[in-house]
């Protein structure tokens, strides 16, 4: 058996190098803390358009707030079949019913990684919110599609699937309990945590929404799926914001070392954890930024939205 899932995996990394890449894109942040004339939130959410492929990650946290900054910014959620699920939480799923009815034509694929459906006890039960509206999703007409392992979920765009933890990233509260597979009450890392990335001409593009593997786990992960890249640039939350100073420099150091160019830290990551790794990092303005409701990066760069 271990030699069968050994040959599996093997098997699956040929095919991920087989990829094909990227040629043009625009990573659009829709919900976030920041914003100016917008709706901030404290959430994530962002649209990826790449060769005239879309999907929508995550649906931030209100029901409106994605629905609201989208028309606001000229951007058109209609017949976009998928929607990608970072993770259970719901400032990153809450929005997912609003976006469903008001575009019933949208968002009939949601892919989810391995997990986020499993029981979380806690003072209110064991049910979470998206397990909480799963069944009312799903009669809306919403497909789960659950990944563990990379997976192309579009032509180019890949999930890393759940993201093994090899260094001590603890980007998790470490007080949350879930029941695994094996029905045994454990400490809830969120297993289920996953990132969405495709290779360009020029390196790897990854989307976050919250890095609760680990932002180096994640980046070390997807350099394994595809050896000999770099991971050149990288948009959206990564958990940085509690992070102490020689911790944020050890990050900055892995980062630089994984060839990353352009860093736009979002939601969790945290202003002053954003302004640290682009100090280390030696990054000027124009490639490291906070990013706010309608900042978007495309292959010529990053255009903020309001913070610089």
Not at 18 to 41: A, P, R, W, Y
Not at 178 to 194: A, C, M, R, S
């Amino acid at each position: 058996m271990k030699k069968m899932t050994l040959i599996l995996m093997f098997t699956h990394l040929i095919c991920v190098s087989q990829h094909s890449k990227i040629e043009n894109f625009k990573i659009t942040i829709l919900s976030t803390m920041l914003s100016d004339t917008h709706v901030g939130e404290w959430g994530f959410s962002a649209l990826i358009e790449a060769d005239g492929q879309k999907v929508l990650f995550d649906t931030g946290s209100r029901e409106k707030t994605v629905i609201q900054n989208a028309n606001e910014l000229n951007i058109n959620l209609d017949h976009i079949d998928n929607v990608f699920l970072s993770h259970n939480h719901k400032d990153h799923t809450g929005g997912l019913i609003s976006l469903k009815k008001e575009f019933s034509n949208s968002f009939s694929k949601a892919h989810v990684g391995e997990g986020i459906f499993y029981s979380r006890p806690n003072s209110y039960g064991t049910s979470h919110y998206i397990l909480n509206n799963k069944n009312s999703l799903e009669s809306l007409g919403v497909k789960f599609i659950t990944h563990i392992n990379p997976s192309q979920i579009m032509k180019g765009l890949w999930t890393t699937g759940q993201i093994p933890r090899k260094y001590d990233e603890k980007n998790w509260s470490e007080l949350g309990k879930i029941i695994d597979l094996n029905g045994k009450l454990v400490e809830d890392t969120i297993p289920e945590d996953q990132s969405l990335f495709f290779d360009t001409e020029k390196g790897i593009v990854l989307v976050s929404g919250c890095g609760h593997a680990g932002l180096i786990n994640t980046i070390n992960y997807i350099k394994n799926i595809i050896p000999n890249r770099p991971i050149y640039k990288i948009i959206g939350g990564f958990h940085l914001l509690n992070l102490k100073q020689n911790k944020l420099k050890w990050t900055a150091k892995k980062m630089k070392e994984f060839g990353v160019k352009y860093f736009v830290g979002a939601h969790c990551t945290g202003l002053n954890s954003t302004y640290s790794i682009r100090n280390f990092m030696n990054l000027s303005s124009k490639n490291a930024l906070v990013g706010s409701v309608g900042t978007y990066i495309t292959e010529e760069g990053i255009f903020p939205g309001y913070m610089q």
